[in-house]
Structure formats: structure tokens, C-alpha cells
């Protein structure tokens, strides 16, 4: 008996695997055990669960599943020990069904003690035969239980119940437990919103009955033979949705068959098996446990991140947070780089730990990789910008081809009235000038308005991956989306904007004109074109406490009570076919989400409807305008590189009155001229057919830096990806088509001034 105290004093928490099988080896060297199981009663005395097994290698695995639960209450049990220890000496005659399932493995006799005052639990000791319980060993045995007691550390157990519950119910999947007979013990939050049922009303359902196979067979055997997650069928009270399903964990004999029901190293057992990066760091983050998902997720092996500081080294930029859990976890995405090179967007869910004084002790979460779903949502955006468009296109080319339309008549008046002028007097020419002068103000007005549509839709145009959050303001949002729905909107309602004084706010223009466009597609779409002047949509913008808001309200057909529960879900619209792809509120509602703010809506049918945006305020530095000097009197050499040959000699005309001018209408001309000159301004153009002028810069820099600090670009395009991107790093003067002449003298005179 010392030297079990001995040992036993030397271990770590019984609900340690090796712990408790040293234990019950030293115990089988004191007395001949068969099994040996602990059971602890629930803290409010309603029922009774068995923790640990184990059996000896003379008999069978029990029927007993870890932490299964005995409907026995503390008052019952302490009428059953009132005398202290219980002996069953023929167990497959016991009306216990614990006791019967162990004589089915071969233990045909027990004994059971109870400890703790009051009851706490009990200790129960098999034998595979009745004679191999002797009296005198009666006490002994009812010493190493109290011994037993003394080791055990159900405040860690507790603990790491508490941290399994924490992680299952912030990990972004559904986890069902089921009981031994299929039925539903537990859900966590995700699987009970997947279900679409409450969590309390899925207690006791079978599993098979919320789950099935493609086919409509069953599924369990299925997901066995599979190496990970299997086709499956969730069964909601909506209908069927396709989902993966994987089967983490099984009450089944394990790998060592004198331990059954696996201890609490679960903890670990159990979330090694998850799909999802499962973690834990202290209050240094430094990374305490992670599970071995993290090799699949990441590439890296867990003793890779145990030997980190931090997790900094392979993150690639600052977390972007997306809210919170129901029960307070926090979500956030980060761009972090696998160990093979390759970039990954992770989406994080996790809980901080606290102490009684509010101090941080350890934070518990768990990843997955969304790359494919970022991939996808960003070929979904780019889906309803298409579609936006395409709803706009008729009524946008109206808008252009009114200006174009008077551009084209006014330069032919202007065509022939110079022409009669030709034969004409001094005296005579001077009227012809003065009836020539308003026409060309009317033509630079028609131009002026073509480029007015054109830079609404090249702001539309922009990636949203390359515009980065930068102050906005949501008025100008307001104003150019509106600027493109306005021919829509013509012939079915006025269109009112009553826009508050709004502070700048960081957000990315492309995304929230998206936005802003799909609230007034939306608006126009719900009012029946032919009777403008009897409907209204009326877009109003507020500064509210710590919130901006644009509130779009139409006096449209209204959305039915049924329809408002889904009206954010993808795909789901109630437009005719053609007039709706069900894209267009869902994206809204993503993009307003992930900006940290919230859009409603509120309409009863036939009564049109009201859509909210409230996206949080976060005050800015103001930005000093930058002092522009007025143009001087520039002198010098340009190179003009523009394939467009009218577009290339109309700007070497306006340069060549003050400037030396070269014009050359290819990138390879363009090299050729740089290797031959060197010029104090070059002007290029991004997009040519043979070389871009990115190419031109790029090879010009390699050789010559100084001339390359020299050149400034022409391009029609500068939202594009690649080309938005290529600026950004060039750091070089842009001019954007159309451009005034003061702009590029300016521009020009500029390059040519700088030392």
C-alpha cells in the first residue's frame, strides 16, 4: 500500500491516460482487479456519469460509454450506500444495467464504494469471478478508493469541459453529439442555425431524421468508409440542403483494449480528428495547443507554431474583424502565408479567457481556410456588378448618346459656317465667328457631360480588391450612383436626394457604390414604369450618434411578410425572370457586414419599401490640400506614346506651341526613341498593342532611372486590376481620359519643372 500512495502521489491528474494506467497497474500489484470504473454525480444531484474505465486483458470491453449518464439522483444513491460498500456477486442477474453489461464482458462480480460527504460519486472494482472478492480484502479496497478520490481533479475535468464547450460552440460548422442509440444529446449554435430548429427542440431526435444520405439511404456506413467529410442531406424544415458530413469520433473500442470510453484527454483525442484548426495561446500569444488539422490548413506542424513567438511571422496584414459570436466569441479574417508560399485567407473564431480580475489567461479558437469562398464571393461580385450594368446599359447609352448627339450636329454646323466664311470679308467673318462661338460652347458642354457618364462608370469599374479602405464620402457615393439610375428611373418615379452634412469615413468607394447602385436598381425595379410623376424614391443620408446612415425609400409594389425573412438570402428574388438575379441585396448585405454596419428593411405590401444602411463612424485625419501651383510657361522635350494616332497628334498639337514634340504611336517606337534622346516629360500611354506602357516604364527604369522618374501616363482605365496596382507601385503623374488642356499643361509642366 506505501508504494501505491507512493506512486499514486507522483502522478498527474487521474484524467490523464497514462496517469490512470499506471494507477490501475499498481493497484492489480495490491489486489487481483478485473475493472476498475469511476462515476461522479451531478453537481445539482440529478443524475450520476461514469468518467473512467478500464478492464484488465483477461476479459471483454463493457457496453459503458464514457460520460454516459445514469438517471439515478444523489438521494437515491445515498439510500443504496447507507451501509457503505455495495457487492454484487452475480452480475449478470443484477437489475442494475451497468452491472449486467459487465458480466456480459466476463466481470461476474463488484464491488462499489461510494466517497465524498456529501456524495460525490463512485468507485467501482470488477472481478471476473465471484470467488477472487475475498472479505478480507473488503477494507483495502475501500482505502485505494479514498486514495483514488484524493488524486482525482474534477475542477480540471470541469475546466476542460468548459473549454471543449467554448470551442464547439464558436466553431463555424455544425457538431451534433449523439447518444449511443442515435438520438440527439447536443448542438451547437451553427448546426441548430443549419437545421433552422431550435437547440432544446433537437434533444432526443434521431439523427436520422436530420440527416441523410444523396440518395435518401442511410448514411452512417457511409461516412465511416470515407477517408474525410461524405455527400450528405440536411433535412430542414424548409427542405433538403446539401452539406459534407464527417464523423469525428465513435464509441468504440479503442486501440488498447483494456481502456474503454476514452478519458478526458478527448480534450485533445477528439479535436485532433476536427476538419478545423483548433488552438490555444496564453497571455503572451503564444501558442499553447494546437491541433494537428493545423498541418492540412496551413502546412505547418503543431511544434512549428509551439516554437513561434507569435503568429505574426506568417501573417501577411492586419486582422479584418467581421463581428461577433452569440456567445461573444470574436470573428476575423486574416491573410496569412502557408509554409509552402502559398497566401491563405483564414476566418478565426475566438473566445478570451479571463480571470475573477479581468486579466487575460489564454485565448481558445479555431480557423478554417476561405480562400475558395473568398474566390467565389469575389466571381459573385463581379457577377452582380455585370448584371448592374447590363440592367442600365439601354438607359445609359440614352444618356450618352443625347450629348453625342448635339457634339455631332454642332460640329457640323461649325463645318459649314467655316466653310462659307472662306470667301467672305473681314467684317463678314467676324459675324460668322460670333455665330460659331455658342455652338462650340454647346459642344464643349456635350462633351463635358459624355465624360461626366464615363467617370461614373470607370469609378463603378473598380476593383474592389485593389481599392483599398480610404476615406470616402458617402454623398459623392450617393450622387454617382444615382447619376447612373437616373434614365432608369426616369420613367417610373422622381427621384429625391435629400443628403445630410456626412463626415468622411474609411470604406472603399467600389464596394459601396455597389451598394448604393443596387438600392436604387432595386428601388426602380419595384415601382412599373408610366407614371413618373405619381411615384418617388427618395434617398436620404444622416450623421446619427456613432453611425452614418443612407436610407433608400420607393413608393413601389412593397415586399410580401413572406418574402422579408429571405429577402438577403442569394438567389432568391421576387423580380421576373430578367429583371432580377438575386444577387444584387445579398452582396449589399456581405459588403455592408463586413464594413462593420447593419442594412435593414422595412415595407408591407403594396406600400413600397424602405432599405437602411447604418456603416459606423470612425473620424479621419483631414487631409491638407496640397498647394498646386499655377502652370509656368514649360519649355522642353516631350515624348508622346499613344497608339491612338488622333488622340497622339491632338496632344502634340497642344504641347507644340511651347515644347519640343516627339510623337510615336507603339511601345517598341517608344524604347527606340528613349535609347536614342532623353526627353523632360514622357508621356505614355498604358494600354498599346505591342508593348504596354507598363512594359516601356519597367524596361526604361532597368536602364535609366532618372528618365524614368520623367514619364507620366495616359490611361482610360485606372480602376483596373492590373493597372491600378502597377500605378500604385510606379508612384508617376496619371492623366485620365477625357482630360482638359489646363490639366495637361499642368501636368506636363510639372515633370518638366522638377530638378
Not at 428574388?573 to 447593419?598: F, H, N, W
Request: charged share 25%.
Amino acid at each position: 500500500m506505501k508504494r501505491l500512495q507512493s506512486v499514486l502521489s507522483r502522478l498527474p491528474s487521474l484524467f490523464d491516460r497514462g496517469a490512470f494506467e499506471a494507477a490501475c497497474r499498481e493497484i492489480r500489484r495490491v489486489v487481483a482487479i478485473d475493472q476498475l470504473g469511476i462515476g461522479r454525480v451531478a453537481d445539482d444531484g440529478s443524475h450520476l456519469r461514469l468518467y473512467l474505465g478500464w478492464t484488465s486483458p483477461d476479459v471483454g470491453v463493457p457496453a459503458v460509454e464514457w460520460a454516459q449518464r445514469l438517471e439515478v439522483t444523489r438521494e437515491r444513491l445515498r439510500e443504496t450506500y447507507r451501509d457503505g460498500a455495495r457487492i454484487c456477486r452475480d452480475t449478470l442477474r443484477s437489475s442494475a444495467p451497468v452491472e449486467r453489461a459487465l458480466g456480459a464482458a466476463g466481470i461476474m462480480c463488484t464491488m462499489t464504494t461510494p466517497f465524498g460527504d456529501p456524495l460525490q460519486g463512485l468507485v467501482g472494482f470488477g472481478f471476473k469471478s465471484a470467488a477472487m472478492l475475498r472479505d478480507e480484502q473488503l477494507p483495502l479496497l475501500q482505502r485505494i478508493a479514498a486514495m483514488l478520490h484524493e488524486r482525482l481533479d474534477w475542477s480540471l475535468l470541469m475546466a476542460h469541459a468548459a473549454r471543449l464547450r467554448s470551442i464547439t460552440e464558436s466553431m463555424p460548422m455544425g457538431a451534433i453529439m449523439l447518444s449511443r442509440d442515435g438520438t440527439v444529446e447536443e448542438v451547437n449554435p451553427a448546426a441548430a442555425r443549419m437545421l433552422g430548429r431550435g437547440a432544446c427542440e433537437l434533444v432526443g431526435v434521431s439523427i436520422r431524421e436530420l440527416i441523410g444520405a444523396p440518395d435518401g439511404g442511410l448514411l452512417g456506413w457511409r461516412i465511416d468508409e470515407a477517408a474525410g467529410p461524405a455527400p450528405a442531406l440536411l433535412h430542414t424544415p424548409t427542405g433538403t440542403r446539401p452539406v459534407q458530413a464527417q464523423l469525428v469520433a465513435v464509441a468504440r473500442e479503442t486501440a488498447q483494449p483494456h481502456l474503454y470510453g476514452p478519458l478526458f484527454l478527448v480534450d485533445h483525442e477528439l479535436l485532433d480528428t476536427l476538419p478545423v484548426m483548433v488552438f490555444s495561446y496564453d497571455a503572451e500569444s503564444r501558442c499553447t495547443y494546437v491541433n494537428h488539422a493545423v498541418e492540412r490548413v496551413l502546412g505547418y506542424t503543431p511544434d512549428d507554431l509551439y516554437a513561434m513567438r507569435d503568429w505574426s511571422s506568417i501573417t501577411l496584414e492586419a486582422p479584418h474583424d467581421l463581428g461577433s459570436t452569440a456567445g461573444g466569441g470574436l470573428v476575423r479574417e486574416i491573410k496569412q502565408r502557408r509554409k509552402d508560399g502559398r497566401e491563405v485567407v483564414m476566418r478565426y473564431t475566438i473566445t478570451r479567457v479571463v480571470d475573477a480580475d479581468g486579466r487575460m489567461v489564454r485565448t481558445d479558437g479555431c480557423g478554417i481556410d476561405v480562400t475558395a469562398e473568398r474566390d467565389a464571393q469575389r466571381q459573385l461580385l463581379l457577377a452582380d456588378r455585370l448584371a448592374a450594368l447590363g440592367m442600365l446599359v439601354a438607359g445609359i447609352g440614352h444618356e450618352i448618346n443625347n450629348p453625342a448627339a448635339y457634339v455631332s450636329l454642332g460640329v457640323q454646323q461649325i463645318a459649314r459656317h467655316l466653310r462659307s466664311a472662306r470667301n467672305l470679308g473681314a467684317d463678314e467673318q467676324r459675324g460668322v465667328l460670333e455665330r460659331v462661338l455658342p455652338i462650340l460652347d454647346d459642344v464643349a458642354a456635350g462633351v463635358h457631360r459624355i465624360a461626366e457618364i464615363v467617370g461614373e462608370l470607370k469609378l463603378f469599374a473598380r476593383d474592389p480588391d485593389v481599392d483599398a479602405p480610404a476615406p470616402v464620402d458617402l454623398n459623392a457615393i450617393v450622387r454617382s450612383a444615382a447619376a447612373l439610375v437616373q434614365a432608369e428611373l426616369r420613367s417610373r418615379a422622381r427621384l429625391q436626394l435629400d443628403l445630410g452634412d456626412l463626415p468622411p469615413t474609411p470604406g472603399s468607394w467600389a464596394r459601396l457604390s455597389q451598394v448604393a447602385l443596387n438600392l436604387l436598381i432595386n428601388a426602380a425595379q419595384a415601382i412599373a414604369p408610366g407614371a413618373p410623376d405619381g411615384n418617388e424614391v427618395v434617398v436620404r443620408t444622416r450623421h446619427i450618434g456613432e453611425h452614418l446612415h443612407i436610407v433608400v425609400r420607393d413608393s413601389g409594389c412593397g415586399i410580401a411578410p413572406a418574402a422579408l425573412s429571405r429577402i438577403f438570402d442569394p438567389f432568391y428574388t421576387t423580380k421576373p425572370i430578367g429583371e432580377g438575379t438575386g444577387l444584387g441585396l445579398a452582396i449589399s448585405y456581405d459588403i455592408v457586414r463586413r464594413l462593420g454596419g447593419t442594412i435593414s428593411v422595412d415595407s408591407e405590401l403594396g406600400r413600397g419599401a424602405t432599405f437602411t444602411v447604418a456603416l459606423p463612424y470612425v473620424a479621419v485625419a483631414a487631409e491638407t490640400p496640397a498647394c498646386v501651383e499655377p502652370a509656368a510657361e514649360a519649355t522642353g522635350s516631350v515624348l508622346v506614346i499613344d497608339d491612338e494616332r488622333l488622340l497622339g497628334s491632338a496632344i502634340a498639337r497642344a504641347l507644340g506651341a511651347r515644347m519640343q514634340v516627339e510623337l510615336v504611336h507603339s511601345g517598341g517606337e517608344a524604347l527606340r526613341a528613349l535609347g536614342r534622346d532623353r526627353f523632360d516629360a514622357v508621356l505614355c500611354d498604358l494600354r498599346m498593342p505591342d508593348l504596354s506602357g507598363a512594359e516601356v516604364y519597367r524596361r526604361t527604369h532597368a536602364r535609366d532611372r532618372d528618365q524614368a522618374e520623367r514619364f507620366v501616363f495616359i490611361t482610360g482605365a485606372a480602376g483596373a486590376a492590373g493597372e491600378a496596382e502597377f500605378l500604385r507601385q510606379a508612384g508617376r503623374p496619371v492623366l485620365e481620359k477625357p482630360f482638359a488642356m489646363a490639366e495637361l499643361w499642368r501636368t506636363v509642366g510639372a515633370v518638366v519643372g522638377q530638378s
